[in-house]
């Protein structure tokens, strides 16, 4: 027998859109919100966690206001044998916040804090014994944090003119 992915509904999704938008809610007021009973709502939960949807819950940490204002994108191309994944721990690069494994021409691409212009070149000297890389200073943000929601259909794709065989 093959288990099927779980697949929210309406309803999950509405939970999902609550929850991302405040973690705290209790189940009574989730119940209120999407109206089901709250233990109706406890097993919705329950059931998005064990599917591996809900991951868990946190709370929003402004960065510039906790000491780091500087944010930083890297593109990293890591030399061989000193891949940063591989020869490296989290505890030794404590500014690095995502890492992303890419293809192309960059192999890596890392989010990370500092506190200042100082520490991060500090930082980017450290990091730049693994490889080349591109540095990308983020001087404001205008959206961030959209919640996870139901997908959208496919887009429609547009033919390609002139290169098609006949």
Known sequence: MTLRAFEPDQTDW????????????SFNELARRVHLSAPSVAERVRRLEQAGIITGYAARVDAARAGQPVLVYIQLRCMLNKCLLRTTRAEDYPEIVEVHKLSGEYCTMLKARATSLAHLEGF????????????????????????VTEPSPDRPVTPSQGWTRT
Do not use: C, F, N
């Open 14 to 25: 509405r939970l999902l859109a609550e929850l991302q938008a405040d973690g705290r809610l």
């Open 124 to 147: 980017v000297e450290r990091l730049g014994l693994l490889g080349e890389m591109r540095t990308h200073i983020v001087l404001s943000t205008a959206y961030q944090d959209r919640p």
